[in-house]
Nanobody, 114 residues
């Protein structure tokens, strides 16, 4: 059983928006900082955004001002609102936590192309 279930990806034109969702278990969600990661074709997985307790956030320079990470504590869900998408945002997006060694989910594919 996947510990993280990502959804919301799709094909979008440059400049468009998508909202990704990631559901996980209560135990994982409530004890961890949560993050969104992505892996572009032929590249290593990279950290995109983090959200801690008290809603402190941190972003990769490449997405600052365009992406917003948030968490819904009642639903054990993390979101990534992506605006102003660019072709180099294309990749598979995953959520996980940097504070434990947990297996990766299936991810959700984001393709930005005209």
């Amino acid at each position: 059983q996947d510990q993280f279930v990502e959804s919301g990806g799709g094909l979008v034109q440059p400049g468009g928006s998508l909202r990704l969702s990631c559901a996980t278990s209560t135990s994982i969600f409530q004890r961890n900082i949560m993050g969104w990661y992505r892996q572009a074709p032929g590249k290593q997985r990279e950290l995109v955004a983090l959200i801690g307790f008290g809603d402190t956030t941190n972003y990769a320079d490449s997405v600052k001002g365009r992406f917003t990470i948030s968490r819904d504590n009642a639903k054990n869900t993390v979101y990534l609102q992506m605006n102003g998408l660019r072709p180099d945002d294309t990749g598979v997006y995953y959520c996980n936590t940097p504070t434990e060694s947990l297996s990766w989910g299936q991810g959700t594919q984001v393709t930005v192309s005209s």
